[in-house]
């Protein structure tokens, strides 16, 4: 990984940084409050945790409010990856597809393990000058460990004209 990223992960990973991202960028993120679990060079975790603001009516977290920490999960390496870039690389969701496997109650951890992957796509995508997709899969487990739920999130990297 390159400097950036380093200056990205301690920034990002700033608790007050993080909250003020969240709340001008992703406000129903910031409400949700989701947190980093970890963010390395190798794999992103994103928690949420069942609450008034995060429930449905069958009293476990609500599929949207999985689905944003999932995605979160897998953004995070790209939002590293393209984190003061020159030329810039804009990022963009492209497909998304969700299973669920059990009733998702208490803290859901949601980790994405392939942020070497989405820096390898980043760069090719500045290195030949064509839009990247690279599929990102997220599994979100309980504190027993169980899997609740799984995404994947097709994201696609395009390097900006100078």
Not at 85 to 113: D, H, N, Q, W
Not at 123 to 145: F, K, L, M, Q
Not at 155 to 161: D, I, T
Request: a positive charge; hydrophobic letters at 50%; one cysteine or more.
């Amino acid at each position: 990984m390159n400097a950036q990223y380093s200056q990205f992960k301690k920034q990002i990973t700033n608790p007050v940084a993080f909250r003020w991202f969240l709340f001008t960028q992703l406000p129903s993120a910031f409400f949700a409050r989701l947190r980093i679990a970890a963010l390395d060079d190798a794999k992103a975790v994103i928690s949420v945790k069942l609450s008034w603001f995060t429930k449905n009516p069958f009293r476990s977290v609500y599929f949207a409010i999985l689905a944003m920490a999932a995605e979160l999960s897998t953004g995070l390496a790209g939002f590293g990856a393209i984190y003061r870039r020159s030329p810039a690389v804009s990022m963009l969701v492209t497909g998304t597809e969700g299973k669920f496997y059990k009733k998702a109650t208490g803290k859901i951890l949601f980790t994405c393990s392939e942020v070497t992957a989405v820096h390898a796509a980043v760069e090719e995508a500045v290195a030949t000058g064509n839009p990247v997709t690279i599929v990102c899969h997220s599994v979100g487990t309980n504190s027993e460990g169980v899997v609740v739920a799984a995404f994947w999130f097709t994201w696609s990297f395009k390097a900006k004209n100078k």
